[in-house]
């Protein structure tokens, strides 16, 4: 069974513009939840997406969006770029027990 | 919304065993996690308690006091590719995950 795959898996942007990151879960699952990671914050939850509906979602500002699709495929995007939104952003999927989540890689965004 | 601790650096030998603590405070409980992640790699999940007790897994274990709002995860024999961030991990019932800072171990021979 494939793993969960993010691409792409490093970004450059520069501040101001916006960017789209994409996740496919593991096959069959349908819980995708996607997380930012800093040195300074750790891991902090950005939102989780459950059969195309935004089931949760963490305390980041209104740039911050995802949606997911009907094959579970999930985007987020991030509008206005800011250098502090450089980070490695993950994305992982669920089973339907919610037990165990599942990393991608992430994608290293840089933003200058 | 949650608490999360845990120590931020721990350093034992080849061989030897390390016992991680995380305390949490929360609004709502749904399981402790805890994972793995090497430098440079996604985390990996090592084990899961929502009830009492200690969950052993080969050389890991897991224990979990929801009265206490308090885990430990516990690394035995230890060898050099254990040396990772080990993360602790609440979910609460709308299945919101939330992180601690991580605990980063370094096994020296």
């Known amino acids: 069974k494939a793993g969960v795959t993010q691409t792409p898996r490093y970004l450059i942007k520069t501040r101001g513009q916006q960017v789209t990151l994409s996740c496919s879960p593991i096959?069959?699952?349908?819980?995708v939840s996607w997380y930012q990671q800093t040195p300074g914050q750790g891991l902090q939850f950005l939102f989780e997406?459950?059969?195309?509906?935004?089931?949760n979602k963490g305390n980041f500002p209104g740039r911050f969006s995802g949606r997911q699709f009907s094959n579970s495929r999930s985007e987020m995007n991030v509008s206005t770029l800011e250098l502090g939104d450089s980070a490695l952003y993950l994305c992982?999927?669920?089973?339907?027990?919610?037990?165990?989540?599942?990393f991608g890689p992430g994608t290293r965004l840089t933003v200058t | 919304g949650q608490n999360i601790d845990q120590p931020t650096e721990m350093t034992a030998t080849e061989g030897a065993i390390v016992q991680i603590n995380c305390t949490y405070q929360?609004?709502?409980?749904?399981?402790l996690f805890w994972y793995q992640q090497h430098a440079g790699e996604a985390p990996t999940f090592l084990s899961y308690?929502?009830?009492?007790g200690l969950e052993e897994k080969g050389r890991f274990s897991s224990f979990l006091s929801r009265s206490k709002g308090y885990s430990y995860l516990l690394l035995k024999e230890l060898q050099m590719k254990d040396s990772a961030s080990y993360l602790c991990?609440?979910?609460?019932?709308?299945?919101?995950?939330?992180f601690g800072a991580g605990t980063t171990v370094t096994v020296r021979a």
């Open positions: 992982a999927s669920s089973g339907t027990d919610f037990y165990e989540q599942y």
């Open positions: 096959s069959g699952h349908r819980s």
């Open positions: 997406y459950f059969s195309e509906t935004q089931r």
């Open positions: 929360t609004s709502g409980f749904n399981g």
């Open positions: 308690n929502v009830l009492d």
């Open positions: 991990a609440v979910r609460d019932h709308d299945y919101k995950l939330s």
